[in-house]
Nanobody, 126 residues
Framework: VQLQASGGGSVQAGGSLLLSCTAS????????LGWSRRAPGKERDFVAA????????YYGDSVKGRFTISRDNVKNTVYLQMNSLKPEDTAVYYC????????????????????WGQGTLVTVSS
C-alpha cells in the first residue's frame, strides 16, 4: 500500500488548510486511516484517525474541535480539514494506514501503523 499526502503549505495563524492522502490499495475501504505529525526535534504526535466506514473517529487532544478527519472510499482518499491553525501546528504531517484503528490512534512517539506516506509540510506563522 502506498500513501501519497498532499495539501501542505504556509498559512497564517487562524487560517485553514485541507490535507489529502490518496492510497494505492485495492481494498482501501478495509483500512483504518489517519494522520500524525512530527515537528523538528520532537516525537510523533497523533492527530486523527478514522475507521474503515468513517463511523469512528479519534482526535489528539491538541486538535480537538479544530481538525476534522473524513474519508471517501470511492476516491481512495482520506482528508484532514484543519481550521484555526496555530503556530504550534507547524510540522510534517504523515498519513498512516493499518487494518487496526488502534495502530494509528496511538500516542506512541514512533509510528506503529503498517503503512505511512512521505509527509507534507505545514507551516503556520504568527
Amino acid at each position: 500500500v502506498q500513501l501519497q499526502a498532499s495539501g501542505g503549505g504556509s498559512v497564517q495563524a487562524g487560517g485553514s488548510l485541507l490535507l489529502s492522502c490518496t492510497a494505492s490499495a485495492r481494498n482501501f475501504s478495509n483500512y483504518a486511516l489517519g494522520w500524525s505529525r512530527r515537528a523538528p526535534g520532537k516525537e510523533r504526535d497523533f492527530v486523527a484517525a478514522i475507521n474503515w466506514s468513517g463511523g469512528t473517529r479519534y482526535y489528539g487532544d491538541s486538535v480537538k474541535g479544530r481538525f476534522t478527519i473524513s474519508r471517501d472510499n470511492v476516491k481512495n482518499t482520506v482528508y484532514l480539514q484543519m481550521n484555526s491553525l496555530k503556530p504550534e501546528d507547524t510540522a510534517v504531517y504523515y498519513c498512516e494506514g493499518d487494518f487496526r484503528l488502534e495502530k494509528i490512534a496511538t500516542t506512541s512517539g514512533n509510528p506503529v501503523a503498517e503503512y505511512w506516506g512521505q509527509g507534507t509540510l505545514v507551516t503556520v506563522s504568527s
